[in-house]
């Protein structure tokens, strides 16, 4: 079993998922970890396996709207050599606040994973129709 070490925690090489391009503002971390909450199994935290800053909390999209369809690009496909959608995850950035009403999900830039290859990406969809700024309680700005 390959594992690396990170301060005092090990972690397998098999939950590495790896953002050949970083994500946007990360661009040179490249392999993040994804944790779950146990009480609350949809709320997750991708977490950069080599500095403890980029960490972000990410959301089960069928969670929030039970018919979210992701639509990529031709480019994505191609990045994530795939034919449909459906063969990858796909969670929403959050961004919280202290005021857990005014807590919002990135509906148009999900973080796309191919969960055999472990590969990711955060991809721009070509549905015009979800925002960027969604209220987990379903009012948009």
Do not use: W
């Not at 496909?77 to 796909?90: A, P, Y």
């Amino acid at each position: 079993m390959n594992q690396i070490k990170r301060g005092v925690e090990h972690i397998d090489q098999s939950d590495i998922i790896h953002f050949p391009q970083g994500i946007p503002g990360f661009e040179d971390i490249k392999d993040y970890v994804l944790y779950a909450d146990e009480d609350v199994p949809f709320i997750m935290t991708l977490q950069s396996t080599t500095t403890e800053h980029p960490s972000f909390v990410v959301v089960d999209p069928y969670c929030v709207l039970k018919d979210y369809k992701p639509i990529l690009s031709e480019a994505d496909k191609k990045f994530f050599k795939i034919g449909h959608t459906e063969e990858l995850k796909f969670l929403l950035v959050a961004i919280l606040t202290d005021n857990i009403q005014d807590s919002v999900i990135n509906l148009k830039s999900p973080i796309a994973i191919h969960p055999e290859k472990n590969r990711a990406k955060q991809v721009i969809l070509e549905n015009g129709d979800y925002p960027i700024r969604f209220h987990l309680f379903g009012q948009t700005e």
